[in-house]
């Protein structure tokens, strides 16, 4: 079916022509009958068969047209801020000649612009759905104005945990009568069934096999490679096949920023696409590569996830996905709006065994080929790699912390920055940086020894040598105290008080007399008991005891004169 056979608004199908778009795909001809009729649709589509503009085309018209929905307002939920934000781009090419006012709202930047837009008024919302709830809970967004309500990418949504924020939002929503919506899914499992039964209006179901996607006008190529192998392989691949583009893909984020490293040392200006990137870096990223100014881009699967690339000419799984759905996913990006396309993929000893389930699910063996030896070239990252290992691991573990090439470089500058100017300070001038221990020995040093309670030196740990060790020490002290007549209580304050304040001098009183108390005590009890049956504790103690009561005795005793 043409786009010029359909009874949509002539404004709408003058840009689609301008798009350059003629034939519906499959999803297109399908979803705009089921609309046309009235019906909700949930639709089993992949990326790259045509839902966005199904939706876009369809929800635009029922705005301008459908009597129940003019005035009312088109919301459109994706599970990630690149899908959002592509979204909106392909929404305002479609309906640049209208005068429907359009926006995306998610995460990850300031809220100062989109509360903006709210105030202002939007009639096409494009956004996460955390983000999307955040104002509906400021009450900055109204629910009950939303005629058009589209789930887009529902399963990855359900995969990222986002089930329960929509499920509230979809309840502040009018019912389902008296709105229309639309639930596009790669996959039509149970939880996708069960949101549509609960939150949609008796919807019609559009099928569209994903073997339609792998299949067609794809150049799929499988390559067995060993982990020391990939590199040169894929250097290999890339000076055989020669393309303008590529898309990179490997399962984790430590793998992208690693292999776009190793493309740069061998001559390919590459760049990665992680999902913990900053927003902005990451839609520079995506725009430069769009723009054609960037050719080579690593990505994980969710960073890349929603993102659309005309004319890109190789798609590798550099690393086999570990989900057999992921690879139709990756390489549908590069075969779209029938063009055709080359994905290769390399299979190593680590993710080979995800092989079989991809081949299951496409439904035919990957073809396997041998690269001729004569394309083989040198890695020149061998040498980076070698290095990377021999350096010590600064970086700060992820969730908790963040990793990455853009962190790392800026934190070791600020760190030489600050120990240079520490060692300005004190005066000195070199080279390089002191070390924070010197720095801090360097201080130790100009305060002084650290005075702390320590053993004293030549004594024993037996009572009677601490006692003779006191004795010797301030013996003298309490001689001359004694001939000058002093009055009571000097003694403790000129033999004490140096190095103590009240407060010590009290406690240390305290338990004086807490001590010589109980040293009482054991000698009467010791006396009532029988000679004979004391054991050599007791005698032990007692002598103890005795030694005690005499020093503390002697102290007292001055205190009474």
């Known amino acids: 079916m043409k786009f010029r056979e359909t009874p949509f608004d002539e404004r709408i199908l003058r840009a689609v022509d301008e798009l350059g778009f003629e034939t519906c795909t499959p999803v297109q001809e399908e979803t705009f009958k089921l609309v046309l009729e009235g019906r909700d649709v949930m639709a089993q589509s992949q990326t790259g068969t045509g839902k966005t503009a199904a939706f876009l085309v369809s929800g635009f018209h029922l705005l301008l047209h459908d009597p129940n929905l003019i005035g009312k307002k088109m919301l459109v939920l994706a599970p990630t801020r690149e899908l959002a934000d592509q979204i909106e781009k392909e929404a305002q090419l479609i309906g640049k000649h209208l005068s429907l006012r359009i926006g995306s709202f998610y995460g990850g930047v300031g809220y100062g612009l989109q509360e903006k837009k709210l105030l202002e008024g939007v009639d096409v919302l494009l956004g996460t759905p955390g983000r999307i709830l955040d104002f509906v809970q400021s009450k900055k967004l109204n629910l009950k104005e939303v005629g058009i309500i589209v789930v887009?990418?529902?399963?990855?949504?359900?995969?990222?945990?986002?089930?329960?924020?929509?499920?509230?939002?979809?309840?502040?929503?009018?019912?389902?009568?008296?709105?229309?919506?639309?639930?596009?899914?790669?996959?039509?499992?149970?939880?996708?069934?069960?949101?549509?039964?609960?939150?949609?209006?008796?919807?019609?179901?559009?099928?569209?096999?994903?073997?339609?996607?792998?299949v067609q006008n794809i150049n799929q190529e499988l390559y067995h490679v060993s982990l020391e192998e990939k590199m040169i392989?894929?250097?290999?691949?890339?000076?055989?096949?020669?393309?303008r583009n590529a898309v990179f893909f490997v399962n984790t984020k430590q793998s992208?920023?690693?292999?776009?490293?190793?493309?740069?040392?061998?001559?390919?200006a590459a760049d990665f696409l992680i999902g913990d990137m900053p927003q902005t870096l990451r839609l520079k990223v995506i725009e430069n590569f769009k723009d054609g100014k960037l050719s080579w881009l690593v990505a994980t699967d969710v960073a890349a996830r929603g993102l659309h690339i005309e004319d890109l000419d190789l798609v590798v799984n550099y690393d086999l996905p570990l989900e057999a759905e992921t690879y139709v996913h990756r390489i549908g990006r590069t075969a779209r709006a029938g063009k055709s396309g080359r994905a290769v993929s390399l299979a190593c000893e680590k993710y080979v065994y995800g092989l079989k389930a991809i081949e299951d699910f496409i439904g035919f063996k990957l073809p396997v080929q041998w690269l001729d030896e004569s394309l083989l070239v040198e890695d020149k990252s061998l040498q980076l790699q070698e290095q990377e290992e021999r350096r010590p691991d600064h970086s700060v573990s992820s969730r908790g912390g963040r990793q990455g090439r853009h962190n790392t470089s800026s934190v070791h500058r600020g760190q030489k920055n600050v120990a240079r100017l520490v060692a300005q300070i004190a005066g000195t001038k070199k080279n390089h940086p002191e070390s924070e221990s010197s720095i801090?020995?360097?201080k130790k040093l100009e305060k002084g020894p650290k005075v702390s309670h320590q053993k004293l030196p030549g004594v024993t740990t037996t009572l009677e040598d601490k006692l003779a060790y006191y004795k010797k020490k301030y013996g003298a002290e309490f001689q001359k105290a004694k001939e000058?007549?002093?009055?009571?209580?000097?003694?403790?304050?000129?033999?004490?008080?140096?190095?103590?304040?009240?407060?010590?001098?009290?406690?240390?009183?305290?338990?004086?007399k807490r001590t010589l108390r109980e040293t009482s005590q054991r000698q009467e009890q010791?006396?009532?008991?029988?000679?004979?049956?004391?054991?050599?504790?007791e005698q032990s103690s007692k002598s103890k005891g005795g030694l005690l009561s005499q020093i503390f005795g002697f102290f007292f005793s001055k205190k009474k004169e």
């Open 152 to 214: 887009d990418e529902a399963d990855r949504m359900f995969d990222m945990g986002f089930l329960p924020d929509i499920k509230k939002i979809l309840k502040g929503l009018n019912p389902p009568t008296q709105r229309r919506t639309f639930l596009f899914s790669a996959t039509l499992n149970s939880q996708v069934g069960y949101l549509a039964w609960e939150f949609m209006n008796n919807p019609a179901e559009v099928l569209i096999e994903p073997e339609q996607v792998s």
């Open 526 to 537: 010791s006396s009532m008991a029988p000679q004979s049956n004391r054991t050599d504790d």
């Open 233 to 243: 392989t894929l250097l290999g691949l890339l000076k055989k096949y020669q393309p």
């Open 440 to 442: 801090l020995e360097k």
């Open 256 to 268: 992208a920023i690693k292999l776009a490293n190793r493309l740069k040392a061998n001559g390919y």
């Open 484 to 512: 000058e007549d002093q009055k009571p209580g000097s003694i403790d304050s000129t033999a004490f008080t140096k190095k103590t304040d009240m407060k010590k001098r009290s406690k240390r009183s305290d338990r004086r």
